[in-house]
């Protein structure tokens, strides 16, 4: 049995069209009054659709990532069941973002030690190198459609693999594999994705083998790139869409470049590329008054938190000189993510390129949808297909994201 439930409180919806849950919030048009409706009137409730609880305030949201009953992957499955046994499994099990193990702490000082060390000024010269190399190859006349996946996807690929040393010349086979890998680790993965993700991650450890000798510190670089393909994308592409919507912001940057770096940070809270990201309860305990159960799931919405006006006063407000800004895109507590200077760096110097190259943004926000996913806001320019489907698989997978 669960613990009791408080009775939810009567409340109304700003939006005229809302999403229907959390999940289907990441893709949609605007999530924000939705989220704002959760962090004011249910700030840690249970959705019964979904089975899962779900923490959309900022104090909720510290309360889930930093309790001592929570994990970030089952106590018993520590790796899915779908990927154990192959290549993808094997590098799964050994990310440390991905384990509550006793060694985990000294692999991610390792980790973070070694992200720390990066040269941000390297990593803004080679962003500029191959986001100018890979818009010259789009050519005239510049077709949105082609940004995100030419662009913003391989560009942070890119520039987080040279910097783990692999050579230029490897670069867009390894991209190539690892949209497959990442594909294979969806909740909502076929059969054959999964197959197709078990052969990448077989190519991906080949690539590394020689670099990185021990079989952790591999998976860990492949988890770097990991993080910086999707989440970086769809930093870069919420940015142009803020300067889409804030012409006079995009002239303010082409007087005075170094305000990008201001702008980023604020597009991280306001529209933040990692929307949520999950729990999972190890052992019976209280988290914000509420009792939980071993087994018991946690939708962790980091978006709605950053929208939080207890944590950032003016929430709805996108102020790019906003001081003391929380920022819980990038979690906090054990697992909070230690890249979020290079993603930064990447993403201000690509937007840089872009504006550089005087493309137009105007009416970019008025052709934009969203790629499918449980967790990651990434806008597709132009025509594509809508999104809704991710809603409709994700309802056959309701164990929640694999990562």
């Known amino acids: 049995m669960r613990g009791a439930r408080k009775a939810r409180p009567n409340f109304m919806i700003v939006a005229s069209d809302t999403p229907a849950d959390p999940i289907a919030a990441v893709t949609h048009a605007d999530p924000y009054p939705y989220y704002a409706d959760m962090v004011e009137n249910r ?51 050994r ?14 000082s390792v980790l ?8 941000l000024g ?16 789009i050519g005239e006349p510049f077709e949105w459609s082609r940004f995100m996946p030419e662009i913003a996807f391989r560009v942070p690929a890119y520039v987080v693999a040279s910097t783990l040393g692999i050579g230029d010349e490897r670069l867009e086979e390894l991209c190539s594999r690892l949209d497959d890998f990442v594909r294979c680790l969806s909740p909502f993965a076929s059969a054959e994705q999964v197959d197709r993700g078990n052969i990448s991650a077989e190519q991906l450890l080949e690539v590394f083998q020689p670099l990185h000798p021990a079989a952790e510190t591999i998976a860990n670089a492949i988890g770097l790139l990991l993080q910086s393909y999707e989440a970086t994308a769809g930093l870069i592409g919420n940015t ?3 300067l889409s919507r804030h012409q006079g912001m995009l002239e303010a940057i082409v007087r005075e470049p170094e305000m990008l770096a201001r702008l980023t940070e604020e597009v991280l809270r306001y529209d933040s590329p990692v929307q949520n990201t999950r729990r999972f309860v190890a052992e019976r305990g209280s988290i914000m008054g509420e009792t939980l159960s071993e087994g018991d799931r946690i939708l962790v919405v980091l978006a709605a938190a950053n929208r939080d006006p207890e944590a950032n006063p003016r929430a709805e407000q996108f102020d790019v000189s906003r001081v003391d800004r929380r920022l ?29 190259r005087g493309l137009d943004l105007r009416d970019l926000a008025n052709a934009v949808s969203y790629r499918p996913s449980a967790n990651v806001r990434i806008p597709l320019f132009g025509p594509h297909g809508g999104s809704s489907a991710v809603v409709t698989c994700y309802r056959q997978h309701l164990d929640g994201p694999r990562v």
Do not use: M
Not at 99 to 108: C, G, H, I, L, S
Not at 112 to 119: E, K, L, Q, S, V
């Open 43 to 93: 700030p840690f409730y249970f959705d019964e659709p979904l089975g899962f609880w779900v923490a959309s305030s900022a104090d909720a949201v510290v309360a889930a990532l930093t309790s001592g009953i929570c994990r970030v992957r089952p106590p018993a499955e520590a790796v899915p069941n779908v990927l154990q046994g192959g290549p993808a499994g094997e590098i799964f099990r």
């Open 95 to 108: 990310l440390v973002r991905t384990r509550d193990d006793a060694d985990r702490q000294r692999v991610k």
């Open 112 to 119: 973070t030690a070694g992200i720390d060390a990066i040269d």
């Open 122 to 137: 390297n990593v803004r010269t080679t962003t500029d190198k191959w986001a100018t190399a890979l818009l010259e190859q």
């Open 240 to 242: 142009l869409l803020a």
């Open 328 to 356: 819980f895109t990038f979690g906090i507590g054990p697992h909070a993510c230690p890249g979020k200077a290079v993603a930064s760096t990447i993403a201000a110097a690509t937007v840089e390129c872009v504006i550089r």
